[in-house]
């Protein structure tokens, strides 16, 4: 009991001394009734309480900031872990986006070789076309050509129906007549008169070309003769046409007036007295009379009518 009073006298002591000592530190301003009062109020046991209740309180504000801080990190990290994400993302896409604009420039290129193949296609068959165009005007020719000689044939029906009627030898079958062309150079070329004899003696005269048909023809025969050194002048061939009677006025041996005819532009043109007319080799059929010297050394072509085999 002693001692629990010696002890708790000590104790107030003590914690005077403390308090004292408190309010030089903390409230010298204060009066010393003040003094006293804030003494005697700490002296009181709750105030013990109350540092600690403080110390909690402020333990848990710091325990609250660093929750807080925690929460911040924690979103912080989060932001960057989807930032992170986002750029993985993006990376992704860039990947994705590369794989695609690779795929794109490589279907250009693609279609860039598949238009140069077709371009080039297109030029082949524009070509092939121009070609194909020639050989139709190639068989058209043939056509021509073998109508013709249809036409040819068909003109020995009537002659075979007839009987066997036959062109000398020498001459040439030719639209149901037989014809003489005197290329061969056995026979030297002579004026128009001399030409006609020579005919006469087979009981031939010189041709009459009285139609488109004849001319062709003989077009044709004449310049598979044609002789590329001799001069054109000298590669004519008489035929039965004058107009010696009346100048300016063509015949046929017969009598017949000239009615059109197949002369050459600017022919005839009676140059130093041109009464006889010559056919010439020449690539237009259709211009291929003049009128020529009838003493002009020439070629002819003689004309007849096909005769009766000899019983
Ligand atoms: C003339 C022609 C003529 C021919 C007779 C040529 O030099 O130009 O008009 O018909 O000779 O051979
Ligand atoms: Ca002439």
Redesign the pocket.
């Known amino acids: 009991m002693e001692d629990g009073e010696n002890s708790g006298t000590a104790f107030e002591r003590t914690y005077n001394k403390l308090v004292c000592q408190e309010d030089v530190d903390e409230h010298h301003l204060h009066s010393n009734q003040e003094k006293r009062q804030v003494s005697m109020s700490m002296v009181r046991p709750e105030y013990g309480l109350n540092q600690y209740r403080r110390l909690a309180i402020s333990l848990a504000v710091l325990a609250v900031l660093l929750l807080a801080v925690d929460i911040g990190l924690g979103v912080y990290y989060n932001k960057l872990a989807n930032g992170q994400h986002s750029l993985t993302d993006i990376n992704n896409e860039v990947v994705k986006l590369q794989v695609s604009y690779n795929n794109a420039i490589r279907r250009r290129d693609e279609a860039k070789k598949e238009l140069t193949d077709m371009i080039s296609q297109q030029q082949r068959t524009k070509w092939e076309l121009q070609h194909l165009l020639g050989r139709v005007q190639d068989y058209k020719k043939q056509t021509d050509k073998i109508q013709n000689e249809i036409a040819i044939l068909k003109s020995h029906i009537p002659m075979i129906k007839d009987g066997c009627r036959h062109c000398l030898p020498g001459w040439t079958f030719m639209n149901s007549l037989c014809y003489f062309f005197a290329s061969s150079d056995t026979l030297s070329r002579r004026g128009w008169e001399q030409a006609r004899q020579h005919c006469k003696r087979f009981g031939a005269d010189l041709v009459v070309i009285d139609s488109r048909e004849k001319q062709l023809a003989i077009t044709d025969l004449i310049n598979n003769y044609k002789d590329p050194s001799r001069p054109m002048?000298?590669s004519?061939f008489w035929i039965g046409l004058r107009d010696v009677v009346d100048e300016g006025i063509w015949r046929w041996l017969d009598g017949t007036r000239l009615n059109g005819g197949f002369w050459n532009i600017?022919?005839?043109?009676d140059?130093g007295n041109?009464d006889c007319a010559a056919v010439y080799p020449r690539d237009n059929p259709f211009q291929g009379w003049?009128?020529?010297?009838c003493n002009?050394g020439l070629k002819w072509i003689c004309e007849m009518t096909p005769r009766s085999t000899p019983s």
């Open positions: 002048s000298a004519g600017g022919e005839p043109n140059q041109e003049n009128d020529a010297p002009h």
